[in-house]
């Protein structure tokens, strides 16, 4: 099946996308404006003033991704450590100086609710962000009980790796208002670049006829893929592996550079490997030599597919919600050339079925 011209593409999307994931990857610049606009009516009065030693970020699958990209920025310039946790419980070290960040898009993650519940009795100051479920109504249980606790609606009905907008810019909201981390003074550059990005990434619009993600997406599907990163931009490669595991259907794996020089790249170099494709990401912030050590690899290894994507812009921040629009749209192509409807996740829904029994 191929998507060779714009037709093509805009066909199998009309065929196959029946929930329109496709829209929601055209709304991701106005869901991440619309949170940053909403930010400042919060009432975060139950958590702020406080001196906080972290903050610990709860969540699974497309609400997780999140804290990981939090985790990035705090590591390049901020004054906190903050941690993704994704599983039951709480680690041993969390204690009452601690805020937890808690995310489940639909409010009813059984790990994310287990971890919140161990957090509260704890002691620690909780602030919950959801469309609606078991979680908000945690949240104001709490908050009625005079914890430190609080919840930040977001806005419902599609799925969570495609709410990455109303996540991820209401996440770094809270941070903006709590002082934790900086806000950048371009934000609307920022979000007028985005906006340019997803129009250049649509493959279904008339004159997308040599649109290089149709181009990508056909020689990766039906290919085995390892998405590398530069360490600074590392959640970016897990969260590419994500999306093109549940929206295309395909087997990919994360790794960061300078770490899998150290490891992967021995079998990077065996020759029987050559047909392993590749999707490397980086940026023009990179450590020295972190890009001198991306230029070895690129210059000594010889695969097919493979694909340098730079994260374009003028911070980190800008940075990686730029390569949140490469990543969607691509792993939509890979679905559709491949006959998948990108919204179905057949097995995660039984799964789900079967631990309720």
Known sequence: MSGEDSGGMAALAAKLDASDMLGHLRNYPSDLAAAWDRAAAWDLAAVEGRNFRGVLCLGMGGSASGGDFLAALSDAEGCLPFIAWRSYGAPTWLSDEWLVLATSYSGNTEETLN??????????????????????????????????????????????????????????????????????????????????????????????????????????????????????????????????????????????????????????????????????????????????RIEWFTNSIETDPAWGIVCEGDCLLEAMLYSVVIMDWLSCAVALLRGKDPTAIGPINDLKSYLDD
């Open 115 to 292: 971890a919140v519940d161990a957090a509260l009795e704890l002691g620690c100051s909780v602030i919950g962000l959801s469309s609606g479920g078991a979680l908000a109504s945690t949240m104001e249980a709490a908050a009625g009980s005079g914890a430190s606790a609080c919840w930040i609606p977001l806005p419902g009905g599609q799925p969570p790796r495609s709410a990455f907008g109303h996540i991820f810019g209401s996440q770094v909201a809270i941070a903006w208002r709590l002082g934790i981390m900086t806000q950048p003074e371009d934000a609307e550059s920022i979000l007028k670049h985005l906006v340019d990005a997803v129009e250049a990434c649509d493959f279904t619009v008339e004159d997308s006829e040599d649109c290089v993600v149709t181009e990508m997406a056909e020689s990766l599907a039906g290919s085995e893929v390892s998405v590398l990163a530069a360490d600074s931009i590392s959640p970016v490669a897990y969260r590419c592996a994500c999306q093109l595991n549940e929206n295309g259907g395909v087997f990919a794996r994360p790794q960061v550079i300078p770490e899998m020089n150290h490891n992967e790249v021995v079998a990077w170099a065996d020759e029987g490997n050559a047909e392993q494709a590749l999707i490397l990401f980086t940026w023009d912030g990179v450590h020295e030599r972190v890009d001198k």
